[in-house]
């Protein structure tokens, strides 16, 4: 079965890090599945990119960074499909649309031109209400317009499944988490014996949705308890208030900021820290916490999204969000060796590997196709 893929957000020369979450689940499905990915961005200068990276032909489309930005995008993939797709690649079996934002109407339309089957992988936090109702109405009409043309619809939680109910007019749903590449995150071992602990965070730093400055309060107010550690940060985002505040509270022998990494970068982190942690507001399905387990590392999480579906007290700690005093608490008290970290490895492999997801996705395939 050939799959095209429809991708609303990808990695791309203008965000090399937006939507590689999606990248990373279409090369899942390009083990059992013949794959193609179009994906349309605004750009100083317009020019079309076509490159074949882990089997999976990758079509992206620059297009002019002028107002109607939608309708620019939407003829960009119309195009690529036309002029690249088709002649280069052929017709497929089966459209699949990840994220149902602006690649979403073309999506459904060369799904009906075909005759098709069109599945939507969702990932969006618009559809929760802690990101208080982010559609706009052009949005909302178009999800609604496309979820509920939809033949299934596969979620990364059942959180969001829940979400994505009201919009999807009773269209199947089957929840398929996000994928981690273990054998990029190999088990460690933690921080080295008789030092201090790390912990370790990596993000967006959007300070709305991933609660840094809490994040902080709380390991400040372990260390003033006794706990012998340090906390490592990392992102994409602006750190320059963080470490204003570690300097004001004079904790920059105990706070490190790591700023932007690459992959190999969070896997060696990942490898060498005590627990991951997140302090945030709103999710759905965090990669870095599958990334941790990839790595034999327990999470320290807030119960927001989905979270809560897949992290146990074997692989690490649930806490209320907002609560400062829990996540001191939990710090102060960590024993990492009560947690078998090739125990929780072996958890990742099982539900999230490349294997687990692509087989996921051809159960799912395999239900709607003859």
């Known amino acids: 079965m050939r799959v095209l893929h429809f991708a609303s957000w990808y990695p791309s020369e203008a965000h090399d890090q937006l939507g590689n979450f999606v990248q990373r689940h279409i090369e899942a499905i390009a083990l059992n599945h ?37 309708w620019r995008v939407d003829m960009a993939l119309e195009r690529l499909v036309r002029r690249q797709v088709i002649p280069n690649w ?7 649309l990840h994220v149902a934002a602006e690649a979403g109407d073309a999506a459904l339309r060369w799904a009906r031109r075909w005759d098709v089957p069109l599945v939507v992988t969702e990932h969006w936090t618009a559809y929760h209400d802690a990101e208080g109702a982010a559609f706009t109405s052009k949005q909302a009409r178009r999800v609604r317009r496309v979820l509920g043309a939809a033949d299934r619809l596969a979620p990364v939680s059942q959180h969001l499944a829940q979400a994505m109910a009201p ?4 269209t199947p749903s089957h929840v398929i988490p996000n994928v981690v590449d273990c054998d990029r995150f190999q088990l460690g071992a933690g921080s080295p014996p008789g030092g201090p602990m790390k912990f370790f965070h990596v993000s967006s730093l959007l300070e709305q949705q991933k609660n840094v400055f809490g994040l902080l309060e709380a390991f400040a107010s372990a260390l003033d308890g006794g706990l012998s550690a340090e906390l ?42 005590d627990a991951l942690v997140l302090f945030s507001r709103s999710e759905n399905m965090p990669c870095v916490m599958v990334e941790a387990w990839s790595a034999g590392t327990p999470v320290i999480a807030t119960d927001v999204g989905g979270v809560a579906e897949f992290l146990t007290p074997e692989n690490g ?3 209320p969000s907002e609560d400062r005093a829990a996540l001191t608490d939990i710090m102060l008290n960590w024993d990492c060796s009560t947690r078998d970290r090739p125990a929780i490895r072996q958890f990742a492999e099982t539900k999230f590997s490349r294997p687990a997801i692509a087989a996921a996705y051809a159960k799912l395939y395999s239900s709607i196709t003859p």
């Open 34 to 70: 013949p794959s193609a990915v179009v994906y349309a961005n605004p750009h100083t200068h317009p020019h079309i990119d076509m490159t074949t990276r882990a089997g999976v032909l990758e079509c992206r489309a620059y297009v002019k960074d002028r107002k109607p930005r939608a």
């Open 232 to 273: 490592f940060i990392a992102g994409s985002g602006d750190d320059a208030p963080y470490r204003v505040w570690a300097a004001e509270h004079h904790l920059v022998n105990h706070i490190h900021f790591l700023g932007r990494l690459d992959p190999t970068q969070v896997a060696h982190h990942m490898a060498h820290s």
């Open 317 to 319: 700690a649930l806490l």
């Open 90 to 96: 052929g017709r497929p079996d089966l459209v699949h």
């Open 167 to 170: 919009f999807a007019s009773g």
